[in-house]
């Protein structure tokens, strides 16, 4: 499987940034950043590949770009690395009428998206590597890239003997099955959400 996987630090120009927006658009739907401008979206990739606490990868077969990913070091960076964005994400969601949204970032900020989750499973999610969105486009799923994929990453994280463990997070029963049967994730808990439960899940890292 001849996959390349691209970190982008500083820059990225702007046929990537293009491709990972439609990514995002298309394959993440569901997400906050994907109910964004394009501009917004733009912007905030801007912010992502600037950060030192957060990163931005992609995957390439044959010279396309069929998937992507977003990490942080911590969970706390999603929010704190964007603040000056928030009047405009606050606005954007607004505009589109997304409340429900709204009203789970406030769960968010607040922290009571947290109270199904101990107290040793909070720590473990607040002080560890978190996937925050990774997508794969469809055409080109159930094929072995998505697990080549983060297969790569967490080898790359692994190296760096940073993190004792990475988190992620889904609403999807697929993707729960796909972390713990493909990828050996457990699950440690569920987060509150307006349209649900969010399943969260930890995997150790090998250093």
Aim: charged share 25%; aromatic share 10%.
């Amino acid at each position: 499987m001849n996959l390349k996987i691209e970190e982008y630090k500083n820059i990225i120009d702007d046929e990537i940034k293009s491709k990972v927006i439609g990514l995002i658009k298309n394959e993440n739907s569901d997400s906050i950043l994907a109910k964004l401008s394009l501009n917004n979206i733009s912007n905030y990739i801007d912010i992502l590949v600037k950060s030192n606490k957060l990163y931005l990868f992609t995957c390439e077969l044959d010279n396309n770009t069929i998937g992507y990913a977003v990490l942080a070091d911590k969970p706390e960076y999603l929010i704190s690395e964007f603040k000056h964005m928030k009047f405009k994400i606050f606005f954007d969601l607004i505009l589109n009428f997304n409340i429900f949204t709204i009203i789970d970032i406030f769960l968010s900020l607040l922290k009571i998206d947290l109270i199904k989750l101990n107290n040793k499973n909070r720590e473990i999610l607040n002080k560890n590597l978190n996937l925050n969105l990774i997508a794969i486009k469809n055409s080109y799923r159930s094929k072995g890239y998505g697990k080549a994929f983060l297969n790569e990453l967490i080898k790359l994280f692994s190296a760096k003997d940073l993190f004792e463990t990475i988190c992620c997070e889904t609403y999807s029963n697929q993707a729960e099955s796909f972390y713990i049967k493909k990828l050996n994730f457990h699950k440690i808990g569920k987060k509150v959400r307006t349209k649900g439960s969010l399943t969260v899940l930890a995997k150790k890292l090998k250093h």
